[in-house]
Every structure is written in C-alpha cells, then in structure tokens.
C-alpha cells in the first residue's frame, strides 16, 4: 500500500481494507471508530448483499460504548478493550465474546471483518451539507445542515431511482458529541454525533453513518453548499444487467491472479504451510491435482490430531483411533483448493461464476461459486489485491478472512497473517513458512500406523 491510497482510504469507509501495520499511537483513545460492512445474506440464494453499521466509542480508560443510540452512551459500559501491535480487541461483557480491529499505521483507519474502520471524534461541530444513509431495503433518509439549522428527511432518492423529498426542519445545537435537534413543531429529539474536521464526507449520527451527499443538496436552495468535500460514490448493487456483472466478476478475479502471480499462482501444483494460532502449530499440505489436504494440529511438538480429505470424503486420526470426516469439515478443508489465494488459479476460474456484487470507494465485492461452494472476494481496485474473502455456509454461518502482511514467496503474493472471524469470536493466523511445490515422499499421504 503507497501512502497516497492511505490518505484516500482515511477519508472514506467501505467493505474490506488493505495491509495494516502496528501502531504505537493509541495508547489511549478517545474517539469513535465507525466501519460499513456490505455482508452476504445467508438466506439468499442469490447473494443479497445487506448493509450493516457498526460504531465503537473507546475511552481511555479502557472501556467502550457499542450502543451509539442509547441515551446513556457517553457513560455505557459495554466492555474493555485492549491494544497489542496493531490489534484492537474488545471483550464484550454480556456474552463474553470478543472482536479484532485490525489498526493501521496511523491510527486512522482499521478493519474487522467485512468492515473498514474510519477514526472520529467527539464532535464540537456540524458540518455544512447534506448527509445521506442508504438502507439495505433501497430507503434512504438523511440530514440537512446549515449555520444552526438543519432538516431531516424522511425518504430520499432510493437504489431504483424514485424519490420523495419532505421533512421537517428546525435548529439545532452540539455539545460534546451531543446534537440536540429543536423542530419549527416544538418537537424535540437528542443523538449522538460524531465526525472529524478533516473527514467531512460522512457523519455517523446514533451509530449510523450518514454519507455525504452534494447531488441531493444541489435540489434544495435552502441548504448552503460547502466548498472542499466530494460526494460519496454511489454503490453499484446488483440491479445491473446480469452478463455485465458476470464479466465484470470474472475480469477481476482474473486480475487479482496475475497480481498474486499469474503463471507461478497457475502452476502451484502441491503446497506446504506452516502456521500458529492459539498456542497450536497448523501443518497443512495440499496437493491440488490429486485433490488431497492434510492438516497435522500440534500442541508443544506433539500431534494432538491428524486430519486428510480425499476427494469428497476423509478420515481423522487422534492417536487412538481413526473417524470418518463429516461432510461439513470435508468442506471446510475442500475450500484450501478451491477458495482464497487458490481460488484465483486460471484451472478453478475456469469452473467459478464470478458475480460482481458491489463496487464502493477502491474495493469491490465478488461472489463466486465453485464446486456447490459460495465465497465473497473482497479485492483492491488499485492494486488487484485480495484483501479478504467471506465464507458463507448454511450451518457454520458467515466467516470472514482478512489477510495481511503479503510477501512474495516462490513468485506468489501470499499473506503470512490472517484474521478469522466467525461469530462471536476473533482469531489470529500468522504462518511462519511456505513451501511452493515441494517434493513430497510416496508415503505422504499414508495413514499413521
């Protein structure tokens, strides 16, 4: 990542972001970080993409406020957080769960999961314009503020291009991330803003975010323009023609496999990976023409569990005794041939439908499916990056990888961390060694004894 995609990614806020770094910046942190995530729906055979907000207030004293609606935000306690390298983890203190922010060099921006993460601050002030949120049903609603005065609309232009243009107005004050809003009616109502001097393109009011909007503010007289900002791009979803996205899909899965090494990524034949996480040592192999992964779990050097798939079926070994794979774990370790970096190899583009799903800022999301499998691509439009990939299965649910710290290895751009999220849980990879075709002996594939 150039310095010059950093500052464009500091002022904006879309799906999956790129390669983050350590921070020593934020030792304490009293501000908002807001993030928009585009996520598959399950249920949706097509791959509905729907909306979701997400905005953490962090104190620092350690503590965090996930419910930017509530009255009491300034004082809730939802949980602690902590900061090791440039990882943000928050412990929830109803369910025990916790979540990964991954920072930036800077600070600025951060990701988790299908979300990029833009840092705010507790606002003094509201800036000039008109600020849109577009909901996942096509609605959308939004203010209008000027020196004082403001209006809130109810529906705006939506997705399929009709549109309504009412609402009420008044006058409003700020204090302390605080807005109170005082109707021309005598109504009243109090949320909670946040924004930056120097992000001016979104707001997020009551943990939504509001996304500057200059061609609806250009309809109305009575709103003053500002100078400096540019407007928000708008999503492209998937009321597009269907062969257009299609082509579109499949032309950036092509181009993300050149980035991450076009012919040496197609000539990957068999791979060897070593990895930790959670005090456990990962060894997978995988040899992609006879359709065979195996993955050796160690704890302190000695195997605690020995895993094969073969095909569409597979068998464990624990030491003790050998089980049958189930056909949900015969999946998961399938998708080491199928999805991620090796889903980008020409000899499984071949058999994907790539369906371009949305297109925001300088990231677009592809859904592809391949051998009964579904897998979102998050990719990079500057650089053809793959920055994350979701996987979504109707019985594990929605786990999303976000990879960094790419190197090349054998002229292919791999990722040597990863974080897994999944549920109520985050989980860190980091891999210590690739090995890029390896000569493996005749017995590699063998049953322990």
């Not at 008044?170 to 109707?183: A, C, D, E, R, W």
């Not at 569409?312 to 998961?332: H, I």
């Not at 370790?333 to 999805?339: D, N």
Request: hydrophobic fraction near 35%; aromatic fraction near 10%; charge should be neutral.
């Amino acid at each position: 990542m150039t310095l010059n995609t950093l500052v464009r990614i500091r002022t904006s806020v879309f799906f999956l972001c790129l390669l983050f770094s350590s921070s020593s910046l934020l030792a304490q942190i009293n501000a908002v970080y807001a993030g928009t995530a585009y996520e598959y729906d399950q249920s949706s055979d097509a791959g509905t993409m729907v909306r979701t907000d997400y905005a953490y207030y962090f104190r620092p004293n350690s503590s965090f406020c996930s419910s930017l609606d509530k009255a009491d935000w300034a004082k809730r306690i939802d949980g602690t957080y902590s900061i090791t390298g440039n990882q943000l983890k928050m412990h929830f203190t109803n369910d025990g769960s916790e979540k990964i922010i991954l920072l930036s060099v800077t600070g600025e921006t951060g990701q988790m999961g299908a979300a990029t993460f833009i840092r705010l601050n507790i606002s003094t002030d509201v800036p000039h314009g008109f600020y849109k949120f577009v909901r996942s049903g096509g609605k959308a609603d939004g203010f209008y503020f000027t020196d004082g005065k403001f209006k809130r609309t109810a529906t705006l232009t939506t997705v399929s291009g009709t549109s309504t243009n009412s609402g009420d107005g008044g006058s409003y004050t700020i204090n302390q991330g605080q807005l109170g809003l005082k109707y021309d009616n005598g109504k009243t109502a109090s949320y909670s803003l946040f924004t930056s001097p120097d992000k001016k393109q979104i707001i997020v009011v009551n943990g939504d975010i509001y996304y500057l909007d200059e061609e609806e503010m250009a309809k109305h007289g009575d709103i003053a323009k500002p100078s400096a900002p540019t407007a928000a791009p708008v999503v492209t979803t998937t009321a597009t023609k269907s062969n257009d996205v299609l082509e579109a899909g499949m032309n950036l899965m092509k181009a993300a496999n050149q980035v991450h090494g076009g012919k040496s990524l197609d000539n990957l034949n068999s791979l060897k990976a070593v990895m930790n996480t959670n005090n456990l040592t990962l060894t997978m192999w995988a040899d992609f023409t006879k359709q065979v992964v195996r993955l050796e779990s160690s704890l302190q050097g000695n195997v605690i569990l020995l895993e094969q798939m073969e095909g569409n079926s597979g068998w464990s070994f624990d030491g003790n005794g050998y089980a049958a794979l189930s056909p949900q774990r015969v999946t998961e370790l399938k998708r080491y041939l199928y999805c991620g970096l090796l889903g980008l190899k020409s000899s499984v583009l071949d058999k994907s439908t790539a369906t371009l799903q949305t297109t925001q800022y300088d990231l677009s999301s592809v859904m592809v499916t391949v051998n009964s499998m579904r897998a979102g691509y998050i990719l990079n439009n500057k650089t053809n990056k793959l920055e994350a990939l979701i996987m979504v299965d109707p019985l594990s649910g929605t786990t999303t990888f976000t990879y960094s710290d790419y190197k090349k290895t054998g002229g292919i751009m791999l990722p040597y961390t990863e974080i897994m999220q999944s549920g109520k849980h985050a989980q860190t990879i980091t891999y210590e060694t690739y090995d890029i075709n390896p000569t493996l002996p005749a017995n590699a594939w063998a049953k322990p004894k």
